[in-house]
């Protein structure tokens, strides 16, 4: 007889035990927390582009110029140019502490499809309510609606509106640069979204500032490379392969964004110390389909975060020494996925509610998130509170004997929703007779972390 035969054998015979142990009568299955179909997002995201006069005008300190070129080629320092009307042209701004901005009735700089837009060579440039549009289409000569070289240290892009564009924003090298409150559309002719390029392209910048902006029909909406010390706060990506998108990328923070209809929420790669916390991802279901994506990740801080109806609330590949706290994981295909021996990890106050599979793992190990102190919620788990402090003495076991089964005999999968099954699964919780690999929590919550998250459910 085969190892495998002997070992499904044992495994079956210990099924038989805890058949017989699960008839213990002071554990009790917690009330499944129901989620309503569907929830409303702020997603319909329609935007009107501004008008733009066809009359031109280009003014420094009361002088008018024939072009935008012109107008701040003339601009000292500390000087403000103002432009109205639609100017075909490719700016090049090289004076440092230039104000560049649209007048009352608006302006558009118009790349005609060749290069980038707007180039930024002077220190602490600020470009205000323009609409910039029409870039070049070439990737890889990066083109963009606004590229800032290395020497833009400073820069300030408020209120901006760039469509048409390869890349929106191009940080090449430059520091402590804002991009605030503007509006970035690609190309959604090009039908292939890898084809395109990044919202905002944030390359070895550190105590940039990334705020208030809408991104959609890109590649990546926001993507770092060797950018240290960001802080990107509520900005909204949608229609893209990955709404935000870290490589290499250390000590950065990621609050209060909204990431639905993407390929992956958050995809965050090879990095060190980031801090994420009270980020939403819906419904990004794409190829890869992950609300928040933990690839080789160290030392960092998930907290707080709604994640709902992905393909995988949390996908968790080879990340160590960080803490996954108090987030909602609500209507996943699955909840969390860990893999490729995540060790380190502190996973305690989440609340896995109405997932179709609240985890999966492919360890080979039994592994504990939470110790002895407090757990995770999870809905329809068999719990029972006798000292009434919102944690069950009973542990949970939301990957173990039968997903195990499963895995490495996939014949006995059809048995997985049977009653002898279900008794296991309650058995295991109660009587560890035997610790199959998986995961175990010793001390679930009795009631969900998160007293607000039928909110997401509501359809109104």
Known sequence: MSGRAVELGFLLAVVGMLVVAATAPFVVAAPEAEAEEGFDLDTDRAYDAPEVPDETTATVDGETFESAGAAVDAADPGETVVLE???????????????????????????????????????????????????????????????????????????????????????????????????????????????????????????????????????????????QGVVTTDNTMWDNRYGVHYMYSDNNRLEDNLAVDNDVGYALMVSDELTVVNNTAARNDGTSGHGILLKDIERSEVRGNALMENANGLYVYNTQDSSIVENLLLRNDVGMHTTAESEGLEVVANSFISNTDAVTTTTQELEVWNGTDRGNYWSGAQTVDLDSDGQSEVRHRPAGLVEYLETENPQVAVFADSPAFDAVRLAESSFPVVEAPGIVDQRPLAEPHHDDWRKYADNS
């Open 85 to 227: 009307g639609r100017f075909d042209e490719n700016l090049t701004i090289n004076e440092s502490d230039v104000t560049v901005r649209a007048g009352e009735a608006g302006a558009a700089i118009d790349g005609g499809g060749e290069g980038n837009v707007v180039l930024v060579r002077g220190e602490n440039v600020t470009l205000d309510g323009l609409w910039v549009r029409n870039s070049g289409y070439d990737a890889g000569a990066e083109h963009a609606g606004v590229f800032l070289d290395e020497n833009a240290t400073g820069a300030t892009l408020q209120d901006l509106y760039l469509s048409g564009i390869t890349f929106g924003v191009w940080v090449d090298g430059a520091d402590e640069v804002t991009v605030a409150d503007s509006r970035i559309e690609g190309r959604e002719d090009i039908e292939r979204r890898t084809d395109r390029g990044n919202g905002i392209n944030l390359w070895e910048t550190e105590d940039t500032v990334i705020h208030g902006n809408e991104i959609t029909d890109v590649r990546d909406g926001i993507y770092y490379s060797w950018a």
